[in-house]
């Protein structure tokens, strides 16, 4: 059986007027059904240039993108859409990523609507399963996003990227903006949501303990490449590249008894991603 | 019905808009009413000319030079002014949402396009545009419609534009995009919404702007012969400025509180269209 | 309390102004000790920027401070008079924000807004404090200061800006430096950095530093001590080798597991210990405990009567049912 996403040679850059910035600089990797795997890196290294690559969303310069076999990459908006259901998003800033003007009602019916899923009266029903799987109560359906907490409209967007019943979930640092009591509470709802949904997670988020305990491979990125792909666990364990090393070092242990470590500037390299051309 | 009762609440918690709003029916209910006060017609001569206002309480706002009854100037003025800003503003809405949301959307080269055209209108002096428009098509109420439209539209189409540049960069259109929407659905059902109060709020400056427009052009001669307007009466009482300034004063004050209730309701949406501040007040 | 605190802070109530209900701040008390460095921490919308605001008589315009003394050195700051306070900011206090971008003027160069601070509260020539400004940034680690400090904001990144204002605090050597989250919108391995950075600051300088930060790992490494605040009220105090042995309030116990430990997989379930429930909303708050709706132990008692704050062992805390928790680690 094929993948479920395979990701070869991807490159994509940017005109500025600073020059041309390589964002993603040959970007390979696969993912199997009801994997989830974890992008990690740090801002600035092409993570959310990567994930809009994928969604296509963003013109690719080289490479191909693949979803359950079939070529995705480099299709027009409307030869996409068919394969739209099969891959959504959840997106890092719980407050622009929803409509203000729309109730949640509307804002998890719309993928409904636009694909023509069931009737009127189903997509009514299934809006409000969907409130109720995710935590949200569903007599809460005509409200507004402004009267929701930063975790409660992250629960909105991920009903809205199911609604759809996707096979692949790409989501781009969805508790980023949130507090770490916060942060569980959605990374375990995720967690659950992948059983009952069979969906995969393309999870990408700057925080490696994060994903520890969540994602079944970590790959690190850095500077529009991956420079690691393994188990998770086995990175922290054995880190084969210096960045990860750099990575690792750089977190601080919650543990009084562990002195401080992260010395190491290699980040400085960053610096000069803007002029190289 | 019940939300009926809230627009009025929010309308009546805010006392700029309340004002506005009030000012702004009464100026309307003047206008609708013009021909059942007034059945005549205002340049028929009613009185002996140059009545002081309240002198006499068949025209209780007084004559002017011909004998024609002010208030009833006043009133059949209010039918030409509004409805001449009201169409005037729609032409310029209209064409400015369409030029400035494509351009603010698409960007590139559509932008490029478009707002180079836009620029070209903005370059000319909007009065000398206007005087033109109207020197071409003619002196009818139709040609001064028109003009004003057309020297209207370019502030709409850039300030839909900055909008729309804007909104098009937040994540809720991302993620429209990635369910398969539209490019029309999304700039009309997802980034027209969200602009709109802008919109609006400058709407009811714009529609000031062009009445006071219009009775300058008016004034100047440019108005239409056949219609009596604010700017007509006060052009025609000019010779009179020294001994029966009421002659302009009058419908000055009628144009003044014209705008001011526009500019008002303009305000006063600022703060009620703003969902966020809207939130605090509960 | 004794005379050799440098920072007292007693039963410190803010509210919105005009609101007499509804309080962001509810009585709040904590001290610093010269050359301490005492971490704040507590979910976002617990009140702890209001606090470090409230210290340094910048409460923003809708707040007013109810009462309670702020006495720095055993003397009252002067918070409510504009002018005094000047005299205190920069000079003996030194304040670091989350977003670097907002404490910098972007039409002004980073020389210019460095050497502002020091002229301000200090008399000396420009050539001087442009010659102080380089020596500042070359402390903070910037690369090439002489270039840097002729260039405007924009042109730094997040870890760079972050080091300016840091720069800008320091500049006048104050006896104490707030950090309201230094680091948040920062990448780790700058965020070790700057950590570091402020560390070596401290042991040079001998400052005093209140780190407000919701990261446990980052007041592991820093503090010496906590205070942990929720709902506006401080709901437990202690050094940070008590802390993180043995937390009293459930809401630290709750934080502590929620927080992802490196290189310790779960054996099975969930992947991470949450908190169920979020802060409450300030206008709204639950009836006795703050934290009962969110409490694995409440009981009846939490639901009536608001727990006062006590000593139990080495720690300070409010709670009906304070004690170890079986499963903390
Ligand atoms: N629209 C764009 N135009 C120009 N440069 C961009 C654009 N989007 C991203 N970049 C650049 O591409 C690089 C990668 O950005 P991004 O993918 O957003 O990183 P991440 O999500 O990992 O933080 C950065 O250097 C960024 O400045
Ligand atoms: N200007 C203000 N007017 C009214 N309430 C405010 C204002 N600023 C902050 N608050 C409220 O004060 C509380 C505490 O805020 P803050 O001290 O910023 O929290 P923290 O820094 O712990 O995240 C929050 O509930 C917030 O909503
Ligand atoms: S007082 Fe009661 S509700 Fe509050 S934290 Fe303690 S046990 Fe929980
Ligand atoms: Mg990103
Ligand atoms: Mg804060």
Redesign the interface.
């Known amino acids: 059986m094929s993948p479920l996403l395979k990701v070869s040679d991807l490159h994509c850059s940017f005109d500025t007027t600073r020059g041309k910035v390589h964002a993603v600089r040959g970007v390979s990797f696969e993912m199997q059904r009801g994997e989830t795997l974890a992008l990690v890196g740090e801002s600035g290294c092409g993570k959310t240039t990567l994930a809009?690559c994928i969604?296509g969303?963003q013109k690719i310069e080289s490479g191909d993108v693949m979803l359950d076999g079939q070529t995705v990459s480099g299709l027009s908006?409307r030869q996409?859409?068919p394969h739209?259901?099969a891959?959504?998003?959840v997106?890092?800033?719980p407050f622009?990523?929803?409509?203000?003007?729309k109730r949640v009602e509307t804002l998890i019916r719309?993928?409904l609507d636009?694909?023509g899923v069931g009737t009127v009266a189903e997509r009514r029903k299934t809006v409000l399963e969907l409130m109720e799987r995710v935590g949200l109560r569903p007599d809460w359906s005509r409200r507004?996003p402004?009267?929701f907490s930063g975790g409660q409209r992250q629960r909105i967007?991920i009903a809205?990227a199911l609604a759809?019943r996707p096979k692949l979930i790409i989501c781009d640092e969805p508790v980023s903006a949130l507090d770490v009591s916060v942060q569980a509470q959605i990374i375990n709802l995720l967690y659950e949501l992948q059983r009952d949904f069979e969906v995969s997670y393309l999870f990408i988020t700057h925080d490696l303990t994060l994903v520890e305990n969540f994602a079944d491979r970590v790959a690190i990125m850095y500077l529009g490449q991956i420079v690691e792909v393994g188990k998770a666990g086995e990175i922290w364990r054995n880190p084969q590249h210096e960045f990860t090393r750099t990575l690792i070092e750089a977190i601080p242990v919650a543990d009084p008894n562990v002195p401080m470590r992260g010395t190491r500037t290699f980040c400085d390299a960053r610096v000069t991603v803007g002029g190289s051309s | 019905m019940p939300r009926l009762v809230a627009i009025s609440r929010t309308i009546f918690s805010n006392w700029t808009l309340a004002l506005g709003v009030l000012l702004l029916l009464a100026i309307i209910l003047m206008a609708l009413s013009a021909p059942y006060v007034f059945p005549g017609d205002p340049y028929d001569m009613v009185a002996p000319a140059l009545t002081w206002p309240g002198t006499m309480p068949e025209v209780p706002l007084g004559t002017d030079s011909l004998g024609r009854d002010i208030a009833a100037g006043i009133f059949h003025g209010a039918r030409v002014s509004l409805m001449v800003g009201f169409i005037a503003v729609c032409f310029a809405l209209v064409i400015g949402i369409l030029v400035g949301s494509l351009a603010g959307y698409y960007g590139g080269w559509v932008d490029d396009v478009l707002m180079r055209v836009t620029e070209l209108f903005q370059t000319i002096p909007q009065f000398m545009l206007a005087i033109v428009i109207i020197a071409v098509l003619g002196t009818s109420i139709e040609a001064v419609v028109m003009s004003l439209g057309i020297v209207s539209w370019p502030t709409v189409a850039r300030l839909v534009r900055s909008e729309f540049l804007i909104l098009r960069e937040?994540?809720?259109v991302?993620?429209?995009?990635?369910?398969?929407?539209?490019d029309l659905r999304i700039i009309f059902t997802?980034i027209l919404?969200?602009a709109l109060s802008s919109i609006t709020v400058m709407s009811s400056v714009l529609m000031a702007t062009a009445i006071l427009m219009e009775s300058a052009l008016s004034f100047l001669g440019f108005g239409d012969p056949n219609v009596i307007t604010w700017g007509t009466m006060i052009g025609m009482g000019r010779g009179q400025i020294r001994d029966a300034w009421y002659i302009i004063a009058i419908p000055g004050a009628a144009l003044l509180i014209t705008a001011l209730a526009l500019n008002l309701v303009g305000e006063g949406l600022n703060d009620a269209l703003n969902?966020?501040l809207r939130?605090r007040e509960v | 309390m004794n005379g050799t605190n440098l920072l007292d802070i007693r039963d410190l109530r803010v509210s919105p102004r005009g609101m007499t209900e509804t309080a962001i701040l509810r009585g709040v008390t904590f001290s610093v000790a010269p050359g301490e460095t005492l971490a704040v921490v507590g979910e976002s919308g617990c009140g702890k920027s209001m606090a470090s605001l409230a210290v340094m008589g910048l409460l923003p315009p809708g707040l007013e401070r109810r009462s309670g003394d702020i006495l720095f050195r055993g003397e009252p700051l002067p918070v409510d008079d504009n002018t005094a306070m000047r005299k205190v900011r920069g000079r003996r206090i030194g304040m670091v924000f989350q977003e670097p971008m907002a404490a910098l003027n972007p039409v002004y160069t980073i020389g210019h807004q460095v050497a502002e601070v020091i002229l301000e509260h200090e008399d000396i020539s420009a050539a001087e404090a442009r010659l102080r400004v380089v020596e500042l940034l070359r402390e903070v680690g910037l690369p090439s200061p002489d270039r840097i400090i002729d260039e405007y904001p924009h042109r730094l990144s997040g870890g760079q800006r972050q080091r300016v204002v840091i720069a800008m605090a320091l500049a006048c050597k104050p006896d104490l430096l707030i950090a309201d989250e230094p680091t948040t919108a920062l990448d780790v391995t700058v965020q070790a950095q700057i950590m570091r950075l402020l560390k070596r600051a401290q042991n040079e300088l001998g400052i005093a530093i209140i780190l407000i930060t919701h990261n446990l790992g980052l007041v592991a490494q820093m503090a010496d001590r906590v205070v942990v605040m929720y709902a506006g009220h401080k709901v437990e105090e202690a050094s940070v080798q008590t802390l993180f042995a043995s937390p009293q309030h459930p809401y630290t116990q709750g934080l502590l597991r929620a927080t992802p430990r490196p290189g310790r997989r779960r054996a099975g379930g969930k992947p991470l210990e949450e908190i169920p429930g979020m802060v409450p909303a300030i206008t709204d708050p639950p009836s006795g405990c703050r934290f009962r709706p969110r409490c694995p132990r409440a009981t009846r008692e939490c639901e009536t009567v608001h727990p006062a704050v006590r000593q139990v062992g080495d720690t300070i805390v409010a709670c009906h049912h304070p004690g170890r928790l079986e499963a903390v680690q």
Request: proline letters at 8%; one cysteine or more.
């Open positions: 809009r969604l969303l908006r996409l859409r739209r259901a891959m959504q998003c997106f890092q800033d622009s990523s929803l409509n203000p003007r719309e993928p636009l694909h507004f402004h009267e967007g809205r759809l | 937040r994540a809720f991302h993620s429209c995009l990635v369910i398969g929407m539209s997802q919404p969200n969902p966020r939130k």
